[in-house]
T-cell receptor, first 108, second 114 residues
Framework: DAKTTQPPSMDCAEGRAANLPCNHS???????VYWYRQIHSQGPQYIIH???NNETNEMASLIITEDRKSSTLILPHATLRDTAVYYC?????????FGKGTRLSVIA | SAVISQKPSRDICQRGTSLTIQCQVD?????MFWYRQQPGQSLTLIAT?????????ESGFVIDKFPISRPNLTFSTLTVSNMSPEDSSIYLC???????????FGQGTRLTVV
């Protein structure tokens, strides 16, 4: 079973920051937080992952709370192409176990 | 990152037949996995493809229905046997290098059984 809880859906205005929350209150010390997204009819795309420090790459930022029980994925300037299902996954190793994710709709 | 090619990208098959899906990676990888995504659902892990030994199947999936081969570190196949309409899904190959690293996915094979 997935170890994370995400809202089923969210909307975001184009050009604004999209903040996607994830709860993982049972995370273990050696488990990472991974974010993937799946655009319709495509394979999941890796976005970012982290252990306890905040992380940033060209796609997004990952903010992990100090107690590691929750995190937020931030897309700084959402575009229509960011419309997708976003999966937050907690794992200490592969393979990854997917939950239901958050369906993000970016609206013009 | 790894580039993963899956073939075929889609197929329509008659019930009772079998389909073999190929997964080719552009570099040697430690771990390869097969997932299924039923319509409107999330991804479900079918099995871990082990190089040189039998695959490790998740609960609810059996070798007779989903035989898997992994002859080397860059290639694997998944066969969906004796298909029924309930097997209509997207089948995805994934690769990883182990703990703390990201996993990558192919574009999937969209299977429709009629």
């Amino acid at each position: 079973d997935a170890k994370t809880t995400q809202p089923p859906s969210m909307d975001c205005a184009e050009g604004r920051a999209a903040n996607l929350p994830c709860n993982h209150s049972t995370i273990s010390g050696n488990e990472y937080v991974y974010w993937y997204r799946q655009i319709h009819s495509q394979g999941p795309q890796y976005i970012i992952h982290g252990l306890k420090n905040n992380e940033t790459n060209e796609m997004a930022s990952l903010i992990i709370t100090e107690d590691r029980k929750s995190s937020t994925l931030i897309l700084p300037h959402a575009t229509l192409r960011d419309t997708a299902v976003y999966y937050c996954i907690v794992s200490g190793n592969t393979p990854l176990v997917f939950g239901k994710g958050t369906r993000l709709s970016v609206i013009a | 990152s790894a580039v993963i090619s899956q073939k075929p990208s889609r197929d329509i098959c008659q019930r009772g037949t079998s389909l073999t899906i190929q997964c080719q990676v552009d570099s040697q990888v430690t771990m390869m996995f097969w997932y299924r995504q039923q319509p409107g659902q999330s991804l479900t892990l079918i099995a871990t493809a082990n190089q040189g030994s039998e695959a490790t199947y998740e609960s609810g999936f059996v070798i007779d229905k989903f035989p898997i081969s992994r002859p080397n570190l860059t290639f694997s196949t998944l066969t969906v046997s004796n298909m029924s309409p309930e097997d209509s899904s997207i089948y995805l190959c994934s690769v990883g290098q182990g703990a703390s690293t990201e996993a990558f996915f192919g574009q999937g094979t969209r299977l429709t059984v009629v």
